[in-house]
């Protein structure tokens, strides 16, 4: 507590005008006190009749000395010297803000202090939310406590520092938020200028009807790093950058389309170093609209990917790339689903053997459209089971199909079985399964025949 004590000197700005009448009221108490002292001394040597014994209290001070770690004595030491009671609720109402201000800082987990995390985690939220009625709670009792009731009017006449919120930054947790008060002022103060200088450089080109250019851009943000580097130290430095930097943004956004990578923040910071070691590369070497400048940018990419494998390793490395393709994602989300997790590859080789013999099929030639129909749906079938088998259901067998409806059909002068089969999408077996003791060679032009029409269920 004594290091925010002793920096309450920023905070006492508006009270040391009242702390001025009190030491001017002190000076002049020594005065009179001195000028009474003489006048008592000088009575005594003339009528040597009256004793009186005065006590001067020693008037000069150092603000050290009035100083307390402990509130109760703190506030004993301000009355000692003469201050009014409005001032000492000023004082202590300031001092006891700024306690509490440091212990939001770096008490309250925030989701901001969670930057590998691609959505806001609800526990960290609910946590914090918790944490901070607490430490409300107890702030307003303490100062009960110390003041008494009223003292909320002390604390509205405190001066309101001015809203740094433009940029959406917190800068709390235990790198940023230890921070000196003045330090943390300079890094909202560059970002928010930076989110200005990019916000009137996008507007700019709007205006033009241009589209940003993106390494314009990347310059931009460049220009905010190096002025934070001039503040920060490289710790500081990082963990800003990982909160609040595009490069970050953008891995998030990346990692959030795999839905189910779930970094840990070892894996995030080198992922994220990988992704920015690469940019600040090309930034710096590479920006020139050129084939060569255009092969550089591949090749330091494909360094990057390379990183990334390193800092993974095999396992996670091969997740990180199955994730990318959509039908393991859906893999993922049905073995999730279903409580089997460990099914997701077994229902991703399902998932591509069912797509390769579905295009075998739809690419098959030979097929009618209802023969095709037919061969899809026992495909789809397969793929039901084998998805079941997986992931340790009961395999609910399909009903045995329906018997074919049978339409009559008259020959025609010019009919044969195939031209008549390919009419109705059926094959020449199927229609002579259809008419026992029919002989396919002696038909005549207006015999009767049965055609079987499939039933298809689904």
């Known amino acids: 507590m004594n290091g925010v004590m002793r920096g309450r000197t920023i905070l006492m700005l508006s009270v040391l005008l009242n702390l001025a009448l009190c030491i001017a009221f002190l000076l002049y108490h020594k005065r009179m006190t001195q000028k009474l002292a003489d006048a008592l001394q000088a009575q005594t040597i003339i009528t040597n009749q009256i004793k009186t014994n005065v006590v001067v209290r020693r008037q000069f001070f150092s603000w050290r000395e009035i100083e307390s770690p402990d509130y109760p004595t703190y506030i004993a030491n301000l009355r000692e010297i003469g201050c009014p009671e409005s001032t000492i609720r000023d004082i202590i109402v300031a001092d006891v803000n700024q306690l509490f201000a440091l212990r939001r800082a770096t008490e309250v987990i925030t989701p901001a202090q969670e930057w590998w995390r691609t959505e806001p985690d609800p526990e960290t939220v609910r946590a914090a939310e918790e944490k901070l009625r607490a430490l409300e709670e107890e702030r307003r009792a303490l100062l009960t406590k110390l003041l008494g009731p009223g003292w909320e009017t002390a ?29 943390k002022q300079a890094v909202m103060s560059i970002a928010n200028r930076a989110q200005e200088r990019i916000q009137a450089y996008i507007e700019e080109q709007r205006k033009a009807g241009r589209d940003p250019d993106q390494f314009e851009l990347a310059r931009l943000r460049q220009q905010t790093r190096a002025e934070l580097a001039e503040i920060l130290s490289p710790q500081q430095l990082e963990e800003f950058l990982l909160r609040y930097s595009d490069t970050a943004q953008r891995l998030r956004q ?49 360094q990057r990917e390379d990183a990334i494998r390193n800092a993974l390793g095999p396992q996670r490395y091969a997740e990180y790339r199955k994730l990318q393709d959509p039908v393991y994602r859906d893999a993922v989300a049905g073995a999730l689903k279903a409580g089997v997790p460990t099914a997701a590859q077994a229902l991703y080789e399902i998932s591509q053997t069912t797509a390769a013999e579905l295009e075998r099929i739809k690419q098959d030639p030979t097929l009618t459209d209802a023969q095709r129909e037919i061969e899809i749906r026992k495909v789809e079938l397969e793929q039901s089971k084998a998805t079941a088998l997986a992931l340790g259901q009961a395999i609910i067998e399909e009903p045995p199909p329906m018997p074919p409806v049978l339409v009559q059909y008259n020959m025609g002068p010019f009919d044969t079985l195939q031209n008549v089969a390919a009419r109705f999408g059926v094959s020449v077996n199927e229609i002579v399964s259809a008419n026992p003791g029919m002989d396919p060679n002696r038909l005549k032009p207006g015999d009767m025949i049965y055609v079987p029409l499939p039933r298809v269920t689904r």
């Open 155 to 183: 604390e509205a006449a405190l001066p309101q520092l001015p809203q740094q919120a433009r940029a959406n930054v917190v800068l709390d947790g235990p790198v940023l938020g230890v921070m000196p008060a003045e330090v």
């Open 254 to 302: 990346q990692l959030a389309e795999l839905k189910f990578f779930n970094p840990t923040p070892e894996e995030f910071r080198a992922m994220f170093h990988a992704w920015d070691n690469v940019e600040q590369r090309i930034l710096r070497d590479y920006t020139a609209d050129t084939p060569e400048a255009a092969q550089a940018r591949r090749a330091l990419e494909a």
